[in-house]
């Protein structure tokens, strides 16, 4: 059983940025990709951003697309998103996944 664990979420203002990590209990090289969702309330959970683990490749929802950022440290075996000039519209849990395992999630609030 795969264990991610995300954190780093919580109150920002807009404008504010935030880092979210997600850790693995193993080498993220074990993965192909590595990706971040969210959900926001009423709405379906929607892909942010995914990263190719080996060679670093990157895609992002057009949403998110020149604010957030995402990237790897393998010796860490943790994947991050980089949120910046956060918007209340990106309220929302954010989720790490790979494969079929996902971990619990972490609340990003961005309100005034």
């Known amino acids: 059983q795969v264990q991610l664990v995300e954190s780093g979420g919580g109150l920002v203002q807009p404008g504010e940025s935030l880092r979210l990590s997600c850790a693995a209990d193993?080498?993220?090289?074990?993965?192909?990709?590595i990706a971040w969702y969210r959900q926001a309330p009423g709405k379906e959970r929607e892909l942010v951003a995914k990263?190719?683990?080996?060679?670093?490749?990157?895609n992002y929802a057009g949403s998110v697309k020149g604010r957030f950022a995402i990237g790897r440290d393998n010796a860490k075996n943790t994947v991050y998103l980089h949120m910046n000039t956060l918007k209340p519209e990106v309220t929302a849990v954010y989720y790490c996944?790979?494969?079929?395992?996902w971990g619990k999630g972490t609340l990003v609030t961005v309100s005034a």
């Open positions: 990263i190719a683990t080996s060679s670093g490749s990157t």
């Open positions: 996944t790979a494969v079929d395992y």
């Open positions: 193993r080498s993220i090289g074990f993965f192909e990709v």
